[in-house]
Nanobody, 126 residues
Framework: QVQLVESGGGLVQAGGSLRLSCAASGRTLSREVMGWFRQAPGKEREFVAAITWSGGNTYYADSVKGRFTISRDKGKNTMYLEMNSLKAEDTAVYYC???????????????????WGQGTQVTVSS
């Protein structure tokens, strides 16, 4: 079992920055892919970014490329999402997730992930 806890959300003006953290516990991560997803009111949960825990390979949704950066600190068992140039449309609840059995296709799909955090609200005012 893996427990995930997000932090770092809040209210920020458009153009501003936030850094989200996702702390993992329960067992040592190795082959997992870790992802960030978001869900705005009335919308489906959507992929934001993912990182392979072992190799650190990163993947991004087109809507956040060049503005968001995903990273992980193996020693702290923590994943991060640095969000810059925030827009009103980035407003959502952000979730971190982990998946043990993944492919380059499945890492984009929220229903493929085994473990989820409780979510953290990000609100961008225009």
């Amino acid at each position: 079992q893996v427990q995930l806890v997000e932090s770092g959300g809040g209210l920020v003006q458009a153009g501003g920055s936030l850094r989200l953290s996702c702390a993992a516990s329960g067992r040592t991560l190795s082959r997992e892919v870790m992802g960030w997803f978001r869900q705005a009111p009335g919308k489906e949960r959507e992929f934001v970014a993912a990182i392979t825990w072992s190799g650190g390979n990163t993947y991004y949704a087109d809507s956040v490329k060049g503005r968001f950066t995903i990273s992980r600190d193996k020693g702290k068992n923590t994943m991060y999402l640095e969000m810059n140039s925030l827009k009103a449309e980035d407003t959502a609840v952000y979730y971190c997730a982990a998946d043990s059995l993944w492919t380059l296709t499945t890492l984009l799909r929220p229903y493929e992930y085994d473990y989820w955090g409780q979510g953290t609200q990000v609100t961008v005012s225009s």
